[in-house]
C-alpha cells in the first residue's frame, strides 16, 4: 500500500481524546466506567421525580456499581476491558450526579480511587448545580493527587429547550460552575446533544461555540436518542418531534466540530445508546458503520476543527 493509499483518519479532522491521552500519558488509557451509587436531584424529588426528559437511567448500563470495596470494584471494572491489555486508566464515574452525595462520601469514594496505583486520573460525571464551594475544594485536593477532570451535562444553551428537557438549571449555573473549576485547576469536559426538539442546526451550532468560548478544556456530543420508558418518548410516540436522519446529524455534527476551538478535546462524536432501550433512531445503533459514515463525510468536506471559531 503507497502512502497515500492509508486509509483516512477521523482523527486528522479533530482533536481526539485518544490522541490527548496518548500526548498526556503516554500510552494508551482505557476509561472504567464505574456507578458509585448517586442520584440525580432531578429524580430524588429536589426538582423533579421522573429525572431529565431524555434519561433513561443516567447513562449506567455497563457502568460497573462501586461499593464499600473501592479497590475490588476497580479490579472487577478492568478485567472488562483487560483484554485491550492496558495498564493505565481513568476512572470515570458516569452514573448519574457523581457529586451529589455527602461530603464525607466524596471524600472516602475519590480519595480510594485516586490511591489506586493503575488509575492516572479521575473523571466525574455531574451537573453544574451540584457543584457547592466544598465539593469543589475536595475536588482540588485530589487533582493533587491524580488529575481529576468534570464532566458537566449542559445539554444545550437555549433556555427554552432546558426547560423542555427538564434540565433543573439556568445557564448562569454552568457558567458559575465553570468558573469556580477553573479557579480550582478542575478541568472541564461539557456535554450537549445534537437534534433536541425544537432546535435548529444553527441553534446547535452556538450552543457549540458557546462551549468553545466557556474555557471548557472538552466536549462530548450525543446524538438524541429516544429511548423506552422516558417522558421524551411518549413525545415522541405522539408525533411532538422528528430524529435526525444520519446525513443531518453529520451535517450538524461538521459545524460544532468547527465551531470550537481547535485544541478543544473531542472526547466523544456520537453516543452509545443502549440498543435494547432505543426506539429512535434506528442508525444509530451501528455504532461502527455510524463512525465510518462520519470519517467519510469529514474526508469528503475537509472538516477541521476551529475553522469557524
Ligand atoms: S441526564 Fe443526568 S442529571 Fe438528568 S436525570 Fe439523567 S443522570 Fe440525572
Not at 485530589?142 to 439556568?170: D, S
Not at 472538552?218 to 405522539?238: C, N, P, W
Not at 433512531?281 to 467519510?296: F, G, H, T, Y
Request: hydrophobic share 40%; net charge neutral.
Amino acid at each position: 500500500m503507497k502512502p497515500n493509499d492509508q486509509p483516512p483518519s477521523i482523527d486528522a479532522h479533530y482533536r481526539s481524546l485518544n490522541m490527548y491521552l496518548r500526548e498526556r500519558f503516554g500510552e494508551k488509557v482505557y476509561k472504567l466506567a464505574l456507578d458509585g451509587g448517586f442520584i440525580c436531584p432531578t429524580r430524588d424529588g429536589t426538582l423533579g421525580t421522573r429525572g431529565c426528559i431524555f434519561c433513561a437511567g443516567g447513562s449506567g448500563a455497563f457502568a460497573q456499581p462501586v461499593g464499600e470495596d473501592v479497590r475490588a470494584a476497580i479490579e472487577t471494572a478492568k478485567k472488562r476491558v483487560s483484554g485491550k491489555g492496558g495498564k493505565k486508566f481513568i476512572a470515570y464515574y458516569q452514573s448519574y450526579t457523581g457529586t451529589y452525595a455527602p461530603l464525607d462520601r466524596l471524600r472516602t469514594l475519590y480519595t480510594e480511587t485516586v490511591s489506586h496505583p493503575d488509575i492516572v486520573a479521575l473523571s466525574i460525571g455531574t451537573r453544574p448545580d451540584c457543584l457547592p464551594d466544598e465539593t469543589v475544594a475536595l475536588l482540588k485536593e485530589l487533582n493533587r493527587v491524580k488529575p481529576v477532570w468534570t464532566e458537566l451535562g449542559l445539554q444545550t444553551v437555549h433556555e427554552a429547550t432546558a426547560r423542555y428537557i427538564r434540565r433543573g438549571y439556568p445557564l448562569a449555573v454552568f457558567d458559575d460552575a465553570v468558573r469556580r473549576l477553573h479557579e480550582a485547576g478542575i478541568e472541564v469536559v461539557v456535554h450537549m446533544i445534537l437534534g433536541l426538539p425544537g432546535e435548529t442546526p444553527e441553534m446547535t451550532e452556538e450552543t457549540a461555540r458557546y462551549i468553545g468560548r466557556s474555557g471548557a478544556e472538552g466536549i462530548k456530543f450525543q446524538l438524541l436518542h429516544v429511548l423506552e420508558g422516558t417522558d421524551l418518548a411518549e413525545d415522541y410516540r405522539k408525533g411532538l418531534f422528528p430524529v435526525l436522519t444520519q446525513e443531518a446529524y453529520i451535517r450538524v455534527l461538521e459545524r460544532c466540530i468547527e465551531a470550537i476551538p481547535a485544541d478543544m478535546v473531542v472526547h466523544r462524536l456520537t453516543g452509545d445508546g443502549a440498543k435494547r432501550e432505543l426506539i429512535a433512531p434506528l442508525w444509530s445503533a451501528d455504532k461502527k458503520q455510524v463512525l465510518n459514515a462520519i470519517n467519510r463525510a469529514f474526508d469528503r468536506d475537509a472538516v477541521m476543527q476551529g475553522r469557524t471559531v
